[in-house]
């Protein structure tokens, strides 16, 4: 397998543009996290989904973050508008079946957001 | 959740053996031990879990004491590449919420 699959790997963007994060978790995995890591706040949650279906987004910032998981082997994040202050490296993991599973992690995406 | 206290920061030299404590007073019955490593540039991965006792595996030793409160990473005979940031996570069985901390970055010189 070719692993998590995140695209695009860097991004530079404007504020107030919309970003699109691209994630592929590895195939017949159930979990599919997305993380966001800044040297001041490390890794943070933001959200998870369980086959398809957003379970906790408590840890999305606020409403101009979306995410979707429109099949099993697709999800994105969206920021819009965009702020300096999203600029991040922002990750996403998959895992399988429920129980203390390991998490895979995808190579990240690097948002610079000018 | 329950919350981990580890070190900031650790330094060591080749071929020593480094231990990594983390605190978890608050762990609860149904709660795992989890550590993770992440190399600068990369995503976290998994190295070791554990519920209680003595887990070994070809990368690393995790001890946890009878009452659950703190465990130890062990890693046997480092070197330069295991320069790295490691973290301890409590989770949940059946729960894959988990939440990192700062970690512990350590650093292994030559």
């Known amino acids: 397998d070719a692993g998590v699959i995140q695209s695009p790997r860097h991004e530079v963007t404007e504020m107030g543009q919309e970003v699109t994060l691209r994630c592929k978790p590895i195939s017949g995995h159930d979990y599919l996290f997305w993380y966001r890591q800044t040297m001041m706040r490390g890794l943070e949650l933001l959200i998870y989904?369980?086959?398809?279906?957003?379970?906790?987004d408590s840890g999305m910032p606020e409403d101009r973050f979306s995410a979707k998981m429109p099949n099993a082997s697709f999800s994105t994040l969206k920021i819009q508008p965009s702020e300096p202050r999203d600029s991040a490296v922002y990750f996403c993991?998959?895992?399988?079946?429920?129980?203390?599973?390991?998490?895979?992690f995808g190579p990240g995406t690097r948002l610079t957001v000018t | 959740l329950a919350k981990t206290t580890q070190p900031i920061s650790m330094d060591s030299y080749e071929g020593q053996e480094v231990n990594i404590t983390c605190s978890h007073n608050n762990i609860a019955t149904n709660d795992y031990i989890t550590w993770y490593q992440q190399f600068p540039s990369q995503g976290p991965r998994f190295i070791i879990q554990?519920?209680?006792t003595k887990v070994t595996n070809e990368v690393a030793s995790l001890f946890i004491p009878a009452d659950r409160k703190s465990s130890t990473l062990s890693l046997p005979r480092v070197s330069l590449s295991d320069t790295a940031v490691y973290y301890c996570?409590?989770?949940?069985?059946?729960?894959?919420?988990?939440?990192f901390g700062a970690g512990t970055r350590l650093t292994v010189k030559p």
């Open positions: 554990g519920y209680k």
């Open positions: 993991a998959s895992s399988s079946l429920a129980g203390v599973q390991e998490q895979y």
């Open positions: 989904f369980n086959n398809n279906v957003p379970i906790d």
């Open positions: 996570l409590v989770a949940v069985y059946n729960n894959n919420d988990m939440r």
